[in-house]
């Protein structure tokens, strides 16, 4: 059954520069599905501040065989070793809302058997460069709200210009995550996230789009001085 992984790392601007122009592929990494490369940012900062654009800072989303393959990448790859360096989680599929090329997403959705148990979100989109300015908008205000709800205990967003958008956010709870997305949160302007989706479907930002929801199952390492990003996971080696 296959893992996903997702990486934090603070790379060299040129290192950084190669994985987002060539991303490790199933070609040249044994037992990867598929990689998506792209530049963490702060949620909700402003569109022209340094914060929104963080070029050493690097995000990795990938779908792999199988646990061994992760290991055989951090161990042995360059580039692994690199990511090694900072901070991943291991993840198990739960449930895909939409659809993106690239990955391969196990057909049936598993719930989670326990609602109050830690979930992580994964979201990726491809953009319609016409669009952007319509996703800004209606966006940054979504960010804001899932970064500063009481029920997010970590959250970031990445980019690979020109078109393809994703954020990551790990939830104490399937339900404080599920009240949030239908705008149910006791939080200043809780239905940030519900008018978004609205609008939408109104008239899409984007050409694919896919929200994934996960089960954590290890998280590795450190990102900025924090560990244990991930409620009640023991912290891998």
Known sequence: MSVFTFHLAKLTVTSSLQALWRPPTADTVPGLIHAECLTAMTLGSAIFSPARMRIRHLAVFAQWVDEAAV???????????????????RLAYLRQWGAIDGFVVPQHSTEVDEPAAPVVAVTIARMRLLQVPRFIRWGRPVEKLVRDHPGATFAVAAIRLPRTVSTFSVWKSQQEMAAMVHGHSAVPQPKRHAQAMKERERKDFHFQFTTLRFKPLAEYGSWEGRTHLIPGLTQGN
Do not use: M, N
């Open 71 to 89: 290991d055989r990448f951090l161990q042995q790859d360059d580039f692994g070793k690199t990511l090694a360096t900072g901070w991943h989680t």
